[in-house]
Every structure is written in C-alpha cells, then in structure tokens.
C-alpha cells in the first residue's frame, strides 16, 4: 500500500502573495474608495499607484505580514490625506492673499508691432535698443556690457532705427503710416 501523508492545516504551507497578485486583487477597490474620499478619481488613481511603487521595493518584507494589501492601504491612505492637507493649506493660503489684483491694459496694437519688428533686427542690434530706449543704459553702458566700443554701440542703434524705420513704415522724421 502506498504511503499516504495526511497534511493538516498546521502543515500546509502558503508561499506569500507575490506583488502582481496584490496589485491585481486590490487596486480597484482601493482606487474607488479613494475616488469616493478625493472626489477625483485622477488623485485616487495617483496615490493608490504611489502606495504600490513604494510597496514594491519593500515586498519581500511586506508580502509576509498577515495581509500586504493592508500596509498598501494604509500608505495609500497616508498619501491621500497629505494631499488633502496640503491642498487645504495652499486654499487657505490663498484665502488670505488679495483678491483685488489690478487689472492691466492689454498691449496696444502699436507695440504688439513693435516687438515684431525688433524680432526681425540681430540680436546684438535688438540687445541695443532694448538696454538704450526701454532698459534707459546710456551707449557707454552698453558698450561696457557688450564689450564693445562705444561707435560700435552707436551704430547697432543707428542701423537698427533705419530697419525698424522700414519695417513699422515710419517716413524720417519718425511718421508711421500704417
């Protein structure tokens, strides 16, 4: 007769869940509850996943607690009320801040072209006049930032105002016709 070994429950012996079996049976329902408490199902789906990539490089430790999916559950729900707390802490912040920001003129027709024209000049022309009319650096200024000669300075600003000249369709004395 054969040899028959009953094995009682004491003896039988479960090898742990792995990862994907976990991640599998638990991530949905974790999600939905999550969804439930965020009211974002994005925000759920973000820390569920958070929970398991932090599990995954702990699982051989975590896969042997009585139930895995329970210390995923528990950090999932961490995250989530980190987020809640840190979400509340930028509203309230944001509460207390001025709501009456002052409302600015959007840019005129006249310098929408003008920014347009100055893309159109090289850059160390574009550079001049720039740091000269809007930035008020006098040519020795740029020369000295540049590296360059103060003629050298006066000469970008020169050309520069001959192209622009053309390009915004200013006669000389400065007349824009457009």
């Given at each position: 007769?054969?040899?028959?070994?009953s094995e009682t429950p004491a003896a039988v012996h479960h090898d742990p869940p792995t990862f994907d079996e976990v991640y599998a049976a638990h991530y949905t329902r974790l999600t939905?509850?999550?969804?439930a408490y965020f009211g974002d199902r994005q925000e759920a789906q973000d820390v569920v996943q958070e929970a398991f990539c932090r599990a995954l490089p702990r699982w051989s430790s975590?896969?042997?607690?009585?139930?895995?999916?329970?210390?995923?559950?528990?950090?999932?729900?961490?995250?989530?009320?980190?987020?809640?707390?840190?979400?509340?802490?930028?509203?309230?912040?944001?509460?207390?801040?001025?709501?009456?920001?002052?409302?600015?003129?959007?840019?005129?027709?006249?310098?929408?072209?003008?920014?347009?024209?100055?893309?159109?000049?090289?850059?160390?022309?574009?550079?001049?006049?720039?740091?000269?009319?809007?930035?008020?650096?006098?040519?020795?200024?740029?020369?000295?930032?540049?590296?360059?000669?103060?003629?050298?300075?006066?000469?970008?600003?020169?050309?520069?105002?001959?192209?622009?000249?053309?390009?915004?369709?200013?006669?000389?004395?400065?007349?824009?016709?457009?």
């Open positions: 007769m054969a040899d028959q070994r939905v509850q999550l969804y975590i896969s042997r607690y009585d139930d895995p999916a329970a210390w995923v559950r528990r950090t999932a729900w961490n995250l989530a009320v980190s987020r809640w707390r840190r979400a509340r802490t930028a509203l309230n912040f944001l509460r207390k801040q001025r709501t009456d920001e002052p409302q600015l003129p959007g840019p005129t027709g006249e310098w929408v072209a003008l920014v347009a024209a100055l893309a159109e000049l090289p850059a160390a022309q574009r550079r001049a006049m720039v740091l000269h009319y809007l930035g008020d650096l006098t040519i020795a200024e740029i020369a000295e930032r540049e590296g360059v000669a103060q003629g050298t300075v006066k000469s970008w600003l020169h050309r520069a105002r001959g192209t622009l000249a053309v390009l915004l369709g200013a006669d000389a004395e400065g007349v824009t016709h457009v």
